[in-house]
Antibody, heavy 121, light 111 residues
Framework: EVQLVESGGRLVKTGESLRLSCATSGFTFGDYTINWVRQAPGKGLEWVSSIGSGSSYIYYADSVRGRFTVSRDNAKNSLYLQMNSLRAEDTAIYYC??????????????WGQGTLVTVSS | QSALTQPASVSGSPGQSVTISCTGTSSDVGSYELVSWYQQHPGKVPKLIIYDVIQRPSGVSNRFSGSKSGNTASLTISGLQAEDEADYYCCSFAGSRILWVFGGGTMLTVL
């Protein structure tokens, strides 16, 4: 069974840093691009970042570029999101989501349950 | 990159069909056959229901279908059921800098 489990979300103050993790199981992690997608309270989904299977490519949304850094450890089947200079508008549930292109599904085919990040002054 | 445009809400009665539109630009929806749709019930995780414009993942009801014309993609739900009441989001590949863009979401109410 494919599983993605996020952790690390908590209440932080404006300007502080936070590192999110996403532990995976049930599939060969190193074969897949993994993404971060966030959802502000009561709002829609927003793509945040993507990292290729061997970290061969990394992309960010304009709203986080320069402040967030995505990384992965294929030996630990884990994804990370280092978030610096946090702002109130970064408050959201952060989901890690698998890109299923390796199996012919070019979309976010499996999602974690999300971890809540709250940024407050 | 702006979000794709979806109607804020749609509604229909049980057994009817509804269509949700998703309008982008020639840089995203219009350029790639990589539109997907997600269903999200309140407090739940998004679920993939359509990918590559028209494809359904295994286990998704054939009452859900997708299409695209120009810069606008559409999701049609036929034979509406109470369990279809949820938020629906479209998503499109958007190129080599901003990879993905989502729509603002549409709340479906089953009357």
């Amino acid at each position: 069974e494919v599983q993605l489990v996020e952790s690390g979300g908590r209440l932080v103050k404006t300007g502080e840093s936070l590192r999110l993790s996403c532990a995976t199981s049930g599939f060969t992690f190193g074969d897949y691009t993994i993404n971060w997608v966030r959802q502000a309270p009561g709002k829609g989904l927003e793509w945040v970042s993507s990292i290729g299977s061997g970290s061969s490519y990394i992309y960010y949304a304009d709203s986080v570029r320069g402040r967030f850094t995505v990384s992965r450890d294929n030996a630990k089947n884990s994804l990370y999101l280092q978030m610096n200079s946090l702002r109130a508008e970064d408050t959201a549930i952060y989901y890690c989501a698998r890109d299923g292109t390796f199996t012919g599904v070019t979309a976010f085919d499996f999602w974690g349950q999300g971890t809540l990040v709250t940024v407050s002054s | 990159q702006s979000a794709l445009t979806q109607p804020a809400s749609v509604s229909g009665s049980p057994g009817q069909s509804v269509t949700i539109s998703c309008t982008g630009t020639s840089s995203d929806v219009g350029s790639y056959e990589l539109v997907s749709w997600y269903q999200q019930h309140p407090g739940k995780v998004p679920k993939l229901i359509i990918y590559d414009v028209i494809q359904r993942p295994s286990g998704v009801s054939n009452r859900f279908s997708g299409s695209k014309s120009g810069n606008t993609a559409s999701l049609t739900i036929s034979g509406l059921q109470a369990e279809d009441e949820a938020d629906y989001y479209c998503c499109s590949f958007a190129g080599s800098r901003i990879l993905w863009v989502f729509g603002g979401g549409t709340m479906l109410t089953v009357l």
